[in-house]
């Protein structure tokens, strides 16, 4: 008998359950979709996605003034568009049981900003991830330029380990500018990195010459050797008599003088 019982609470339960699930559910179905929330996440103020721009384009994929049946919304198109935002690192849709398709974006950061030969460029972030320029967003970022050769994405996203970037001079500039970032002085120093196709030299910010890398080995020491050599030479009037440190040789500085001046 006690177990008799114990079947019937059971069955009794799941009913109660299945049906509680199939209200809910109708009650869910034959309402129209409320409205659209969307989140997005950025570093800044000003970005390079619109969400005025993106909310406008969710509302004609879902058709909200024809469409009546929330079941009926095209969240997959919806995920699909917001995959071809190419300054979006992470999106996400979902329709809540309150009606409300619920947006989220997440934005891009760049760090550094590289041109190719041709004067074309793109945006890189942290991870190698990289992004189309935007005319209406101008980023204050590390530069790098010169004699190099990739392809600069407009439309879409990639990153500097895809074969459209692999075998180019994109990420040879990226490993020596993030080592430049990476160290506390050439990150406040240096504001572009340019490489003629064999060498690497840096723009500095307080200093009026030439500050030659060299090639893309030992850059760490390179940069190190660097700070010590700025640190010990500031405010020293002889640092006005150069016009070319190369600091691409081992254990070694090479300054160069300004021609009219003496040896």
Request: proline share 3%; aromatic share 12%; with cysteine.
């Amino acid at each position: 008998m006690k177990k008799f019982l114990k079947i019937t609470v059971w069955v009794l339960t799941i009913g109660a359950i299945g049906c509680l699930w199939y209200f809910t559910r109708q009650d869910h179905v034959e309402h129209s979709l409320k409205s659209v929330e969307v989140a997005l996440y950025r570093t800044d103020n000003q970005g390079f996605i619109d969400s005025i721009e993106v909310y406008d384009n969710i509302i004609k994929i879902c058709d909200t003034i024809n469409n009546n049946d929330v079941t009926k919304i095209p969240i997959d198109d919806v995920r699909k568009y917001l995959n071809t935002i190419p300054w979006a690192i992470y999106t996400d849709a979902n329709i809540t049981l309150d009606e409300v398709l619920v947006v989220k974006i997440v934005e891009c950061q760049p760090i550094m900003r590289i041109f190719n030969k041709k004067g074309q460029s793109v945006y890189l972030d942290e991870d190698g991830r990289v992004f189309p320029v935007k005319s209406t967003y101008p980023l204050h970022l590390l530069i790098g330029s010169g004699n190099l050769d990739f392809a600069a994405i407009t439309r879409h996203s990639a990153t500097i380990y895809d074969s459209l970037y692999r075998s180019t001079d994109l990420p040879k500039i990226y490993d020596v500018m993030k080592r430049v970032q990476r160290n506390p002085y050439t990150n406040c120093c240096v504001k572009q990195v340019y490489f003629d196709g064999k060498e690497y030299e840096l723009v500095m910010n307080n200093v009026d010459m030439r500050v030659i890398l060299g090639s893309d080995s030992n850059v760490d020491l390179k940069l190190r050797n660097l700070q010590y050599f700025f640190e010990r030479m500031q405010g020293s009037p002889d640092l006005k008599d150069y016009n070319k440190i190369n600091f691409n040789f081992e254990n070694q500085v090479v300054c160069t003088r300004n021609k009219n001046k003496k040896k």
